[in-house]
């Protein structure tokens, strides 16, 4: 069974910095798109970013900048790196894997971002 873990989220001061994990108990972890959304309280459930299995990574436009996605094929693993963080990108951050018609979710990490 596919399992996707988070990590790494937890309360943080605004300007901080977090860096989320997903670790996935997958085969073939290289061939899949692996994205991450999150999910405000009272909102819809939103992309931040995907990276594809050729390494090609795509940010919601109002994201880019402070967002990177990167993975590690050796470890199955994909990170989200939060740089500068606002209290709006308070959520839960979900980890999504896809590949042809597969696809799953992790249970989500809570980030909190308040003085």
């Known amino acids: 069974q596919v399992q996707l873990v988070e990590s790494g989220g937890g309360l943080v001061q605004p300007g901080g910095s977090l860096r989320l994990s997903c670790a996935a108990s997958?085969?073939?972890?290289?061939?899949?798109?692996m994205g991450w959304y999150r999910q405000a309280p009272g909102k819809q459930h939103d992309l931040v970013a995907a990276?594809?299995?050729?390494?090609?990574?795509h940010y919601v436009d109002s994201r880019k900048g402070r967002f990177t996605i990167s993975r590690d094929n050796a470890k199955n693993t994909v990170y989200l790196q939060i740089n500068s963080l606002k209290p709006e990108d308070t959520a839960v951050y979900y980890c999504?894997?896809?590949?042809?018609?597969?696809?799953?979710w992790g249970q989500g990490t809570q980030v909190t971002v308040s003085s």
């Open positions: 997958v085969s073939n972890f290289s061939l899949y798109t």
């Open positions: 990276i594809t299995s050729g390494g090609t990574t």
């Open positions: 999504h894997g896809r590949r042809l018609d597969h696809q799953y």
